[in-house]
């Protein structure tokens, strides 16, 4: 997204500008979901969009009309071909599939040493991401987003086309906070997903079994082949990744915190982003002044606090928060286009113990 939005830009025409990734990509990866309201920059390349979702929980469940957002899904591959392609078309960025091995920081410029040769920028902007980036430290706790999913096709018709299970908790928690994703391509096809948030990855058999017993015991579905995996680990931290940022070098995407660390969704955070840093480039000032924090930032931060304190409680604070308020108001939060009297109400509507807690262990409130 910032080398096309560079691309396109004028202000970079005279540039000279090195795209480098250790992959070709050529491969389907992974699929990037989002919420939008009506029409969208990605919209070309928008693979299936739904007007509703579910949530599920333990003693409540409902399934949500979101207009007027809709959630839109995105396969990697379309994503890749598309801005591989607009990239080889701007004749002042290449494009080299080479790893990164090095990086050396000098007073003026820095310069990269790849598996295959040297090259010297003025400005750097990594997203290679790496976990030991926010380990050293325990002020800030470090959960992952992390699942297994599968592509299955079933004999039966099963799912509902028109709807994404956002969250559905009605599965053993184990302790963590343990729920199931499904978002259905046809009445037969659909990706289910096993997700957790917690500080531990796991075996790939118990996500496997938690899929099967899914599709057995919840969907009633007994027949169906894999056509596909993908599988992850999403960063859940309000550990400040400016640290790592020089005056030439800004880390980017998962790697510069762009990770919305209450929920992972990292896609539309990088869109929303990516212009903003664009102008700051222009102002010429060092790359690690620009600073993305805002109050949400402290939301997040209480809210992993408390699933750190007890991560079995996932449940029950998305169950109480469906349960009292509207999607609606759920995804405008959770894009942080909130008015502070929003903030409240969304605030409100979590259960209160955990978070004043958190709050209190908190105190006094730092400025993000
Ligand atoms: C399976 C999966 C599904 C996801 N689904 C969603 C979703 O539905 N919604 C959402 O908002 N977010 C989602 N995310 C989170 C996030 O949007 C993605 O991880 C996103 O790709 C992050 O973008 P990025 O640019 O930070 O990192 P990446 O897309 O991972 O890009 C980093 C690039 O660096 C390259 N690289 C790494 N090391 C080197 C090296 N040494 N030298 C050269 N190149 C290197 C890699 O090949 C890669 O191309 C998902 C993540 C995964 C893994």
Redesign the pocket.
């Known amino acids: 997204?910032l080398a096309d939005a560079m691309g396109k830009d004028a202000f970079f025409k005279n540039k000279s500008i090195l795209v480098?990734?250790?992959?070709a990509?050529k491969t389907n990866?992974?699929?990037?979901?989002?919420w939008e309201k009506g029409e969208g920059q990605f919209d070309d390349i928008v693979l299936k969009k739904w007007n509703h979702i579910y949530f599920g929980g333990k003693a409540f469940s409902k399934r949500y009309a979101i207009a007027p957002y809709t959630y839109k899904?995105i396969r990697?591959i379309d994503f890749y071909t598309t801005y591989l392609e607009k990239i080889k078309n701007y004749t002042n960025i290449t494009f080299k599939q080479?790893?990164?091995?090095k990086i050396k920081h000098l007073p003026d410029s820095v310069i990269i040493s790849?598996s295959r040769s040297e090259y010297t920028g003025k400005q750097i902007f990594n997203?290679?991401?790496d976990y030991k980036m926010a380990m050293h430290q325990n002020k800030y706790p470090v959960l992952q987003q992390h699942?297994l999913?599968w592509f299955v096709k079933t004999d039966k018709p099963i799912f509902d086309v028109d709807q994404a299970t956002y969250m559905d908790f009605s599965i053993p928690q184990k302790g963590n906070t343990r729920f199931m994703y499904v978002l259905p391509f046809s009445k037969t096809e659909a990706l289910v997903e096993y997700t957790l948030f917690s500080d531990e990855v796991l075996q790939k058999g118990e996500y496997q079994k938690a899929i099967t017993d899914y599709l057995k015991d919840n969907l009633d579905c007994h027949t169906y082949s894999i056509t596909d995996t993908?599988?992850?680990?999403?960063p859940m931290t309000c550990y400040d990744f400016r640290e790592h940022h020089t005056e030439n070098i800004r880390y980017?995407?998962?790697?510069?915190g762009?990770?919305?660390p209450s929920?992972?969704?990292?896609?539309?955070?990088?869109a929303r982003k990516t212009p903003r840093l664009l102008k700051y480039i222009k102002t010429a000032k060092p790359l690690n002044g620009l600073n993305f924090r805002n109050r949400f930032w402290y939301y997040d931060l209480l809210f992993l606090d408390v699933l750190d304190k007890d991560n079995a409680c996932g449940h029950y604070i998305f169950e109480t928060l469906f349960e009292n308020r509207d999607p609606q108001l759920i995804f405008k939060f959770l894009d942080e286009e909130t008015s502070f009297k929003e903030d409240l109400n969304y605030i409100l509507g979590c259960p209160k113990k955990p978070f004043l807690r958190a709050l209190m262990n908190r105190l006094p409130y730092t400025s993000p």
Do not use: N
Request: charged share 20%; glycine share 14%.
């Open positions: 997204m480098l990734d250790k992959d990509k990866d992974r699929t990037w979901c989002f899904m990697g080479e790893t990164v091995e790849t997203s290679i991401f699942f999913g993908e599988q992850g680990s999403i980017i995407g998962t790697a510069g762009w990770a919305k929920t992972g969704y990292t896609f539309m955070s990088t």
